[in-house]
């Protein structure tokens, strides 16, 4: 086995030549937190970016920030964090959910996050990492260097490339840098916690809260035997709904206060501010009422959120499942107490208005059985199967990870978050 710790995009693009060179398949690598998603590696040799690390731009006044593929995210939110600053998508750390396999237990880094499109709770107010996106460095499976975008929001005249490349899990190429775009961090933030609703209240509770001026950034609901799971000041282990609001103080204040008028008959409220409430978020974001150090299916589905409740609902007439909520209902996370039972979920999500299921986690065997991402409709298949040729003739980068074979990787990034 063969490993490559490129330093530089050069040396990325070397590494990816001589790979063209050997018909040798590649395995793209940052921390290692995302290793568990998609099916295993279909290759014997890897590019470990995590020597590719550090802040090349930061412009504090202008919201934007560039790095290399290889820093680690929780660098970045420390540094932006002595400005007040955030990276508002809320990038997950799925190194928790993959507490058993990962190396060393370190957390994602920002190559990995974009690659992976895996937003947080605040995606609801702030949009996606795509959203967020100004620009990448490639080096593609041709191993050609080539950029897209750049430092500023409106800078792309054509197709976006920065676009295709978030969330396509390094499978059309390897980012070697990323530029994006920062936002002010909240001044303060509340987080009500109503007790006692079931999934079906729950969902009409925070459909109201985000239908309203209280300008909600978080809305989960978490039930019965989950509430227990996260590091919060939350006690029992009651199904409690949780709505965030974020902002200047007094404007907090304000909003927090037309949320409890609102919400005055829906049960007790409870409320939890600033270090609280951010640790809860954390938890919430990183699935952790799932990560219990075993490979147990864990699956994450988008959907309508109207919907998500009566899914799951159906769902455990069948099979065995836990599950909380994100997104007011529009992102469940579902932990699956044998088998995958892919078939059955996606059968589910299309008779409940349809959305996207992904297998975050099972066993090798179980990833390299079943579709791990949603499986496409025929002609968009066709459609990204020509992308992948275009960007990656012979099929070498991350082969195979996102679909059955190299040559049929899905890369159609927005699909997962488009459901919602």
């Known amino acids: 086995m063969t490993t490559f710790l490129p ?23 940052g921390h290692g937190s995302k290793r568990g998603v998609g ?20 412009e504090p006044e202008e919201l934007v ?26 990038p997950m750390d799925c190194s928790r959910l993959f507490a058993h396999d990962t190396r060393g237990g370190k957390g994602g880094t920002i190559g990995g996050a974009i690659s992976s499109n895996l937003s947080g709770s605040r995606r609801l107010k702030a949009g996606a990492a795509r959203d967020h996106v100004l620009g990448v460095n490639v080096v593609s499976g041709r191993g050609e260097t080539f950029k897209s975008g750049g430092r500023v929001v409106k800078n792309v005249t054509g197709y976006d490339l920065s676009k295709l490349m978030t969330g396509a899990w390094g499978t059309l190429g390897v980012l070697t840098d990323v530029t994006v775009k920062v936002l002010p961090a909240a001044e303060t933030e509340t987080t009500l916690a109503i007790r006692g609703l079931s999934d079906e209240h729950a969902t009409a509770a925070m459909a109201l809260a985000m239908g309203s001026s209280a300008e909600v950034s978080g809305a989960a609901h978490l039930p019965y035997g989950v509430t227990e799971r996260v590091a919060s000041d939350l006690r029992g282990s009651d199904p409690t709904t949780l709505l965030r609001v974020e902002g200047f103080g007094p404007s907090v204040a304000y909003r927090v206060g037309t949320l409890r008028t609102l919400l005055r008959n829906a049960g007790p409220i409870e409320e939890m501010t600033d270090w609280s409430s951010r640790v809860l978020w954390r938890d919430v974001r990183d699935c952790a009422p799932f990560a219990d150090g075993t490979a147990r299916p864990v699956w994450r589905v988008s959907m309508a959120p109207s919907e998500a409740h009566r899914m799951l609902l159906a769902l455990r007439k069948e099979a065995g499942a836990n599950a909380f909520y994100d997104w007011q209902g529009g992102l469940v996370w579902l932990r699956m107490e044998a088998e995958p039972e892919a078939e059955l979920l996606r059968r589910l999500v299309r008779q409940f208005g349809g959305g996207h299921a992904t297998l975050m986690r099972a066993s090798p065997a179980w990833r390299a059985a079943v579709p791990v991402f949603e499986p496409e409709p025929k002609a968009l298949a066709a459609l990204s199967a020509r992308v992948k040729a275009e960007f990656d003739p012979k099929g070498l980068i991350n082969p195979g990870r996102m679909a059955g074979s190299a040559n049929s990787d899905t890369v159609t990034p927005a699909t997962e978050e488009s459901a919602s």
């Open 39 to 58: 099916r295993p590696a279909q290759c014997e040799h890897a590019i470990d970016m995590s020597a590719m690390s550090g802040v090349t731009l930061y």
């Open 7 to 29: 330093f530089t995009a050069n040396d990325v693009a070397t590494a990816v030549q001589w790979a063209i060179s050997e018909d040798a398949p590649v395995e793209i690598l």
């Open 65 to 90: 920030l560039s790095a290399k593929a290889g820093t680690p995210v929780a660098d970045i939110e420390r540094l932006l964090a002595q400005h007040n600053q955030q990276l508002a998508f809320e």
